[in-house]
């Protein structure tokens, strides 16, 4: 148990982000700063990912004599299409964003409430 | 011999088609052409699902394998019943749907982000199907993204404001279980060493269960209930479907929540296998309490709204509430009937929202007190309401008898002949929501001026109604293929 | 002779009016012709019983088909909304022409649909077709309830729906998941399907079919009957006297014979609970109907009262029994629907719906209410009418149960449709006019002839009752072995 801090520490940084993450996601009024929120908590798994493929003293995986251990590239190479998608979402939310201000003049979700709702009138 | 070159590369080709056809809307930028892709690129791929079951009934299955890489390694593509079962089936709605788009604009842009438009429709369509034929793990959650990417686009593109809102709250929402699911899929390679769900599966059998394992069930589990909008991760559904352009809303009620479902059968049935979800772990009472809340609560919330589409989208949370309890039951009956309900249920909701956008379309209003004796003027799309409403409750002679009745005998068989209860009382309640728009459409006095709302329904707009309509009346009567196909996807799921 | 000709040629019929809704007088006389037509199909049926085979339509899944076959309960059913559905045709077009009308061509057509499901329910060979009639029934009838659009009659359509649709959807459909899933079949089979259930199960079905048949009018379950009368006087004369609420007792008889059997019946303890509620509901039933002034609702809990028996005489599951309901079905039938006939000409032609106000009425209307009088006798069972048999026969079988209590319910309640019935007549002949006399008022005479013909069958079946005993002798003999 004593090690349980230091030799995990990937996993509890892991966790940290991840915790801190969702608590933004569910906790901030602000959409830009859910937004921020959801990047944290997703490189909270990409960090996951990362280190599982890591080895002590493992080397770059080049395939040559006394290149042995080396880390598993795969985990390396799912992270960088899950950033991939991570910057894909994080686009489109912002564009959501901006056009939510175009719209209400305001990206704070309480503001938006509290204007009145407007029945769509009857077209002819 | 080169059409038979084709005809090996069917699997990939049921992805790679809209995939390629999304950026040449974008890249051609003329609304006409990106039009008429969509509809054939639509009825390319249900003729490639038509291949595919073709070359796997009854009970084979095809391993495709990308750029001939072998399996562990590679990327591998399976189809098998079960595939083909939700291909077929969501490639029938997003024909239906793909004829319904171009009917008239209900959307508020240009002629350039029309060609957007479509070319996202495509994108979601790529992606729902990849989710589906794909066998790697890591790979449904980026077909996953791809199409809920996409999916956000579309829904954003309504008239009113609040599809914006909408849009952002399923993104926020869509993205939170994206990554539980990823999370998941980490987990799971952390502990088997591999992605290809065939591998995983084995490899977990061996190694039997874990802590990491218990993990990564759990994330798995609650993220996919996010995307299938089962009852307390619902929240995102009733608006998505209520603000999105209206033939967005008849795309997704019929195919994204059904993609979700089926991955769920996949991982909890195959990857995990029954014995260790459903067995070991209590997953099945916990989404039983989930399922029986929802068939129960949704109606009843469902009959207090004033939004007619809004007001729609609650029986799709009502009925997943079903096609889980099928799940659930853990039995090769129970999962043909889930499948079963998937189907019945995809072409119902197509039909109806359908029926509900022509409607909207001519009177320009959603709220349901403003509906007062519309069926009298717009005899065709009210009829089709009051006949999808009629096999939503579940009235013997429509697809959603066929399928609850399937549910019932299958929870009867399994031993929890109490579920019957839930069932039958889900059914009652949504008698009321639907009563409550029949009596409106029929009965109450006019309130807007119903002559200056008729215009002529354009063919684009009854054709796909007409053809929904029909094959869901088929299948009421005559549930004797879809039984078949379901009971072989299921013992395709069963025998692995 | 396919059975499916009697089940779809009134929906044909019903395509055939609302393609003829321009002419008005070419209409009329195709439902007219339909009805004829149909009785004419169900005549051959009759005759040469259907050939005697099961003919299925059409199979939904595997074990659950659309079928249909003859069996004497059935052709009992279908023969007499078969008879009258011409003659309330008549009536129906003559009434709906008296008060203007705009939305005829729908009440036909719907009327058609809801015939057609009548016989649907009459000619099923298994509980799943008779289930989707009996919805269909349900749902076609809504319309004609809430036909005027004012708000009492859309709140009214709303607990007519909704009862029927509670007790079936969740009570019947559960029974009939059970008898799916542990009896031998769902088709209609002498002697039951219900071999091998545990008695608990058994009397669960029992108390599942008695109340999930809503359309019996058992109470607690009965509120519906009372509310569906703002319906115009045609419907409430052959739907809710006749074609709706017979097909809920048919379906309990038919349920009581194929489902369960007589044996089975027999060893249910719970049954004799059951048999109270429905006697119970014959006097209940019977006690609000006399402090009803408006004369559809004195009627309507008539009927309530009357349909009990035809519960009772189910639950009883005796060959005596079984003849008395099966006859009542028909007697009653015949009787009430005049009552309604009566009571629809009486609103058109003198503009009265009170008991109270009808005080010398019968000299303007001696056909009127010379029929009435002969009809209320059949209720009340009193020769020489029809209604004397099957009452005569359900008190047999009460006897055979050493029932001498039911016996006395029997009594009491016919004693009780004197009193509340043939009043009504005596007092329209008898007592002077409170607001002088009014002269002739039988002015349609497509109104007065079906009260007559549907008044003189009663009347006439006193002497017929033997045809139909004769009808349903080999069933009787069925059951006994």
């Not at chain 2, 995307?227 to 603000?243: E, Q, T």
């Not at chain 3, 003849?323 to 009566?342: D, E």
């Not at chain 3, 009418?385 to 009491?412: F, N, P, R, T």
């Amino acid at each position: 148990m004593a090690d349980a801090v230091p030799g995990l520490f990937n996993y509890w940084v892991a966790v940290a982000l991840f915790t801190a993450g969702l608590l933004i996601v569910l906790d901030s009024r602000n959409m830009v700063k859910k937004l921020v929120g959801l990047n944290v908590f997703q490189s909270a798994v990409f960090l996951l990912f990362i280190t599982l493929g890591k080895i002590e003293g493992g080397r770059a995986p080049i395939l040559a004599e006394g290149v042995e251990p080396y880390s598993n590239p795969l985990p390396h190479v799912l992270i960088l299409t899950a950033i991939v998608v991570g910057v894909a979402t994080t686009a489109v939310g912002l564009a959501l964003v901006s056009r939510i201000r175009d719209a209400y003049g305001t990206v704070h979700e309480d503001e938006i409430h509290d204007k009145p709702h407007i029945e769509p009138e009857i077209m002819p | 011999m080169r059409d038979i070159a084709v005809l090996d590369h069917l699997p990939i080709l049921q992805v790679a088609v809209p995939l390629l056809a999304a950026p040449l809307c974008v890249l051609i930028g003329h609304r006409g052409f990106s039009r008429g892709i969509t509809v054939l690129v639509a009825a390319g791929m249900f003729l490639i699902s038509l291949l595919l079951a073709g070359q796997v009934y009854p009970d084979g299955s095809l391993h495709y394998l990308l750029g001939g890489w072998p399996a562990p390694w590679g990327i591998e593509y399976r189809v098998d019943m079960l595939t083909v079962a939700i291909l077929l089936t969501i490639n029938l709605v997003n024909l239906i749907a793909s004829m319904f788009s171009i009917s008239r604009s209900d959307r508020k842009f240009n002629r350039r982000g029309s060609t957007a438009f479509y070319a996202s429709w495509l994108l979601c369509v790529a992606g729902l199907n990849g989710m589906v034929v794909t066998n790697d793990a890591f790979n449904v959650f980026v077909f996953l993204e791809i199409s809920s990417l996409s999916t956000y686009v579309l829904i954003s593109c309504g008239r009113d404001p609040k599809s914006l809102l909408a849009a952002y709250r399923y993104l926020i929402m869509g993205a939170v279980g994206a990554t539980f699911i990823l999370l998941s899929i980490g987990l799971l390679y952390m502990q088997a060493g591999t992605l290809n769900i065939t591998d995983l599966s084995v490899r977990i059998a061996d190694q039997g269960a874990s802590r990491t394992m218990i993990m990564a069930l759990v994330f798995f589990v609650v993220g996919i209930a996010i995307k299938c909008g089962i009852m307390p991760f619902h929240d995102w559904l009733p608006n998505a479907y209520c603000y999105a352009p209206n033939t967005v809303t008849a795309l997704l009620s019929g195919t994204a929540t059904k993609v979700a479902i089926y991955v769920l059968l996949r991982f909890m049935h195959d990857l995990f296998s029954v014995g260790y979800s459903l067995g070991e772990m209590p997953i099945d009472l916990i989404l039983l309490a989930c399922a029986i809340a929802g068939m129960l609560i949704a109606p009843l919330i469902a009959l207090r709204e004033s939004s007619l589409k809004r007001m729609f989208a609650w029986p799709s949370v009502a009925q997943i509430s079903y096609v889980i309890v099928g799940v659930c039951l853990g039995t090769e009956q129970g999962v043909a009937a889930a499948l079963l309900h998937v189907f019945n249920h995809s072409v119902v909701k197509v039909m109806v929202f359908i029926a509900v956008g022509i409607l909207i379309a001519r009177t320009g209003t959603d709220r349901i007190k403003h509906l007062g004796s519309v069926a009298h003027t717009h005899r065709l799309a009210s009829y089709v309401i009051l006949f999808g409403g009629l096999g939503l409750i579940g009235i013997p002679g429509t697809v959603g008898f066929v399928s609850k009745w399937v549910l019932i005998n299958a929870a009867v068989e399994q031993g929890s002949w109490w579920l019957s209860i839930p069932i039958l009382l889900g059914s009652l309640t949504s008698v009321s929501y639907i009563w409550r728009i029949v009596e409106i459409l029929w009965a109450k006095p006019a309130d807007l001026d119903l002559d200056r709302t008729r215009s002529p329904i354009t063919v684009a707009e009854w054709l796909p109604l007409v053809a929904i309509a029909l094959v869901t009346l088929w299948f009421g009567l005559n549930a004797s293929l879809s039984m078949e196909l379901a009971a072989l996807a299921a013992s395709s799921l069963a025998g692995g | 002779m396919s059975l499916f000709v009697p089940v779809f040629l009134p929906m044909l019929g019903a395509l055939a009016l609302v393609a003829l809704r321009r002419h008005r007088p070419l209409r009329d006389a195709a439902l007219v012709a339909v009805g004829v037509l149909n009785l004419l199909v169900l005549t051959i049926i009759l005759l040469d019983r259907g050939g005697g085979e099961v003919q299925v339509l059409a199979e939904i899944i595997p074990g659950l088909s659309l079928a249909f076959h003859v069996e004497p309960l059935g052709l009992v059913f279908a023969m007499t909304s078969g008879v009258l559905w011409p003659l309330t045709s008549i009536y129906a077009i003559s009434y709906l022409r008296a008060g203007n009308d705009p939305h005829q061509t729908r009440f036909h057509a719907l009327f058609c649909v809801a015939i057609g499901s009548a016989m649907g329910i009459a000619l099923a060979e298994n509980l799943f077709t008779l289930f989707l009639f009996y919805e269909t029934l349900t749902f076609s009838t809504w319309p004609l309830v809430t036909h005027s659009r004012t708000r009492e009659a859309v709140l009214a359509g709303r607990i007519y729906l909704g009862v029927l649709l509670l007790t079936s959807l969740m009570f019947l459909l559960f029974a009939i998941v059970l008898v799916g899933n542990f009896g031998e079949s769902l088709s209609f089979t002498p002697g039951g399907v219900l071999g091998d259930v545990s008695p608990g199960l058994s009397a669960l079905l029992l108390v599942l079919f008695t109340f999930g048949i809503g359309k019996t009018a058992i109470m607690p379950f009965h509120r519906w009957l009372p509310n569906a009368m703002v319906a115009p006087a045609p419907v409430s004369a052959l739907l809710h006297a006749v074609a709706v609420v017979k097909a809920g007792v048919f379906t309990i008889l038919k349920v009581c014979v194929y489902i369960f059997g007589f044996d089975l019946m027999n060893d249910i303890g719970l049954r004799d609970a059951l048999i109270w509620i429905a006697a119970l509901t014959i006097l209940l039933a019977s006690a609000i109907a006399m402090r009803q002034d408006d004369i559809k609702a004195r009627l309507a809990y008539s009927t309530v009262s009357q349909l009990s028996y035809i519960v009772l005489g189910a639950l009883m599951a005796n060959s005596y029994a079984l003849v008395g309901s099966a006859m009542h079905i028909t007697m009653h039938a015949f009787g009430k629907i005049t009552l309604f006939f009566c009571a629809g000409a009486i609103m058109v032609f003198s503009g009265r719906k009170y008991v109270s106000e009808m005080d010398g009425l019968g000299r303007s209307m001696p056909w009127t209410f010379g029929a009435f009088l002969v009809a209320s006798l059949s209720i009340a069972g009193l020769p020489p009418s029809g209604g004397l048999w099957s009452k005569w026969y359900l008190a047999l079988g009460a006897l055979e149960l050493d029932q001498v209590a039911l016996l006395a319910v029997l009594m009491i309640s016919s004693l009780l449709n004197v009193y509340y019935l043939v009043s009504i007549p005596v007092r329209a002949f008898f007592l002077p006019a409170r607001a002088g006399e009014a002269g002739p008022l039988e002015n349609r005479p497509a109104m007065v002839i079906p009260l007559v013909v549907t008044a003189a069958v009663s009347f006439l079946l006193f002497f017929a009752a033997g045809e139909l005993q004769h009808l349903l002798a080999g069933l009787t003999r069925e059951v006994a072995s």
